[in-house]
């Protein structure tokens, strides 16, 4: 089985407060993986780290079986592309300018006019050729997060990193925007890995799907067998009910079972795991193996 | 997404609207960068005829043309000698420098990512000022003669900004970091001078002062071939870093996933603005609104693509410098304002006109 993505032992923390402990994974070709997990289970930190945005402390990031590690940030850029959760520009750009930037692993100091048809081509594959002029800042959420996305389409990738692309959006753009990305997996046969946390739209669009939680994977698979309220309640503390939506999971979320928010600081680190891991199911002992090809 | 998949139009080979908008956008960059090359021609001419000996727009040319064509012009030597040795490297000279200014503003705002930061953000100037106290009051100085301040001037400028460079690449280059840096090293020289000022007696005093009411009569034709042929070396490379700038504007995370390794761009525009700057504030002094606005102006015209802003700006600032410079000589005559206090008077109605007419409303968001 071919393996488009693949990461090894990633190990990345803060001032010493680790944040990914020995992640690992592998992704096949044309697959759309997401990962999911509660806020500050470091899905952000590990999509960061897959394109040496942060540079982990040990681990190392294939792609086609290139090692990532020993590229200079040009080769990466050529080969990885990545969609920010959402782009604040200092200056403004119009989304032209904006969208050509993609280009820049692969152009001098001149754009050529096949990097501008190129650009032009993206915008009316996602449909916001009539956008191209105005500036970057005047946009919606929604038409943001298509200009990033055409941005990193015009880098001409085999593998997409999104950051939570639906965040902000509204539940039309939330599915706009899945569409979007589920068609270049089918299309374009690219890999895309992202950060997710709409557990519906993850199941409903993935094939396959990472849960995280303290900077480790706990469940990793196809969305039936990762998205079981076992899994959902041991991982985010919230008792839910799963139906199956033609094959989908589908996730009502009933209640709480811990009241959420700040609890009193148990002294010394705040993630002294044991406790925790101990109140996951059996089934959910941490993974070392994970494929999604 | 099938149904917002449209035909290429450019197969049938036509343009469609918005490309045809994006041509006449490009097309509209260029011209206005003409424009105002050809209105600071203009402009030259016209500052060129003004002072105390009176001088026609043609015999100010021809004195001009004379020394390209000797005899061929019929030219008064009095003339001619006003002309190339008095008014013409005061001009030059305001154009190197508002150029320089311009463009340093211009990289400096966008590597610090921020709209306030101007080429002196980093403390150059103040650095400038206690190399002259330095020289004036101890009278160490590296030069003699001439170059006894200026020599000063220059080199503490440069030990400023190596200074904050240096602690920037010990602690990582982020654009917060630097601006603390050079507040704090800004707040540091003007002390320094400030206390030798203080112990400096009338001559010492004197000669301080002599330097850094930001005017342009310093300028000789060996100060001018000084300043150009830096800037013929870091101009080129300034407008290299274009594409990389006009990507860092998003962020060093974006810029990182597009290939640009934004600390190490930050710190080389850094160097080589510093040495721009220095070698201007050296002859100058402090003038300081051009290198703040400049950029800001260009922006509101033109847009962020760096390519074209980069330039833009430098035109920008010399032609508001060389303008402010012919009404300071002029307004009040024989009494020459000095061109710092100008650049203001002149480009702050010109700029708010800007901020409240510019269609662009996001400029400062």
């Not at chain 1, 389409?153 to 950051?163: A, E, G, H, N, R």
């Not at chain 2, 080979?13 to 424009?35: C, H, P, T, W």
Request: net charge positive.
């Amino acid at each position: 089985m071919m393996i488009q993505l693949q990461a090894k032992g990633i190990v990345f923390g803060y001032n010493s407060s680790p944040i990914l402990k020995d992640v690992s994974f592998e992704i096949g070709p044309s697959r759309l993986v997401t990962i999911v997990g509660p806020n500050g289970s470091g899905k952000s930190t590990l999509i960061k780290c897959i394109d040496r945005i942060l540079t982990p402390e040990r681990g190392t990031v294939l792609i086609d079986r290139k090692d990532v590690t020993k590229m200079d940030r040009m080769e990466i850029a050529k080969n990885l592309s990545y969609v920010p959760q959402s782009s604040a520009r200092t200056f403004p750009s119009n989304v032209f300018d904006t969208v050509l930037m993609g280009r820049r692993p692969h152009i001098g100091w001149l754009s050529s006019s096949d990097d501008e048809e190129r650009v032009w081509e993206v915008l009316r594959l996602l449909g916001i050729e009539e956008l191209a002029m105005s500036g970057f800042t005047e946009l919606s959420g929604g038409q943001q997060q298509k200009v990033l996305i055409a941005r990193a389409l015009v880098q001409d990738t085999k593998v997409m990193l999104l950051d939570e692309p639906t965040s902000n959006l509204d539940i039309w753009h939330q599915l706009d925007v899945m569409n979007i990305v589920s068609d270049l997996v089918k299309k374009r046969r690219m890999t895309v890995l992202m950060a997710l946390h709409d557990l519906n739209l993850a199941s409903k669009y993935s094939h396959g799907i990472i849960m995280m939680k303290h900077g480790r994977i706990m469940a990793a698979g196809d969305p039936a067998s990762v998205l079981t309220s076992e899994n959902i309640e041991a991982i985010y503390n919230v008792e839910v009910a799963v139906r199956s939506q033609s094959e989908e999971p589908f996730i009502v979320p009933l209640r709480q079972i811990k009241p959420s928010g700040p609890r009193p600081h148990p002294g010394g680190r705040l993630f002294t795991s044991g406790k925790k891991r101990s109140r996951l199911p059996r089934s959910l002992a941490e993974i070392k193996e994970i494929r999604l090809s | 997404m099938g149904k917002t998949v449209r035909r290429s139009t450019t197969r049938s080979g036509k343009r469609s609207k918005m490309q045809e908008a994006r041509d006449s956008f490009v097309f509209a960059r260029y011209f206005f960068m003409l424009a105002i090359v050809a209105l600071i021609v203009l402009l030259a001419g016209f500052i060129i005829t003004l002072g105390p000996l009176d001088i026609s727009v043609a015999d100010a040319y021809r004195a001009l043309l004379s020394r390209a064509f000797p005899g061929a012009f019929q030219v008064d030597p009095l003339t001619e000698r006003v002309v190339w040795n008095i008014r013409f490297p005061r001009i030059v000279g305001g154009i190197l420098a508002g150029f320089g200014l311009g463009v340093c503003g211009c990289v400096m705002q966008a590597v610090l990512k921020n709209p306030l930061a101007s080429p002196f953000t980093l403390g150059i100037s103040s650095g400038a000022q206690f190399g002259i106290a330095v020289a004036a009051v101890l009278g160490i100085s590296v030069f003699g003669g001439p170059y006894l301040l200026i020599g000063n001037a220059f080199l503490f400028a440069l030990l400023c900004s190596a200074f904050i460079i240096g602690l920037a690449s010990v602690k990582g280059a982020s654009s917060e970091t630097l601006i603390l840096a050079g507040i704090a090293v800004n707040y540091f020289f003007t002390a320094m001078s400030q206390l030798f000022r203080y112990f400096a007696d009338d001559e010492q005093l004197r000669l301080m002062t002599s330097w850094g009411m930001g005017d342009l009569a310093a300028f000789s034709w060996s100060k001018i071939y000084i300043i150009f042929g830096v800037f013929a070396v870091c101009m080129p490379l300034l407008m290299l870093k274009a594409w990389d700038l006009n990507i860092m504007a998003s962020g060093d995370e974006t810029a990182k996933s597009i290939g640009v390794n934004a600390e190490r761009v930050r710190v080389y525009i850094l160097v080589i603005s510093s040495l721009v700057v220095a070698t201007v504030v050296c002859f100058t002094g402090t003038i300081a609104f051009i290198g703040l606005v400049a950029p800001h102006m260009a922006r509101m015209i033109l847009g962020g693509d760096h390519r074209f802003l980069i330039p833009a700006s430098g035109i920008l600032g010399a032609s508001v410098l060389i303008a402010a410079d012919g009404v300071a000589m002029n307004i009040i005559a024989p009494t020459v304002i000095p061109t710092g206090i100008m650049t203001s008077v002149i480009g702050v109605p010109f700029f708010m006109y800007l901020m409240l007419k510019g269609r662009r409303k996001e400029f400062w968001t």
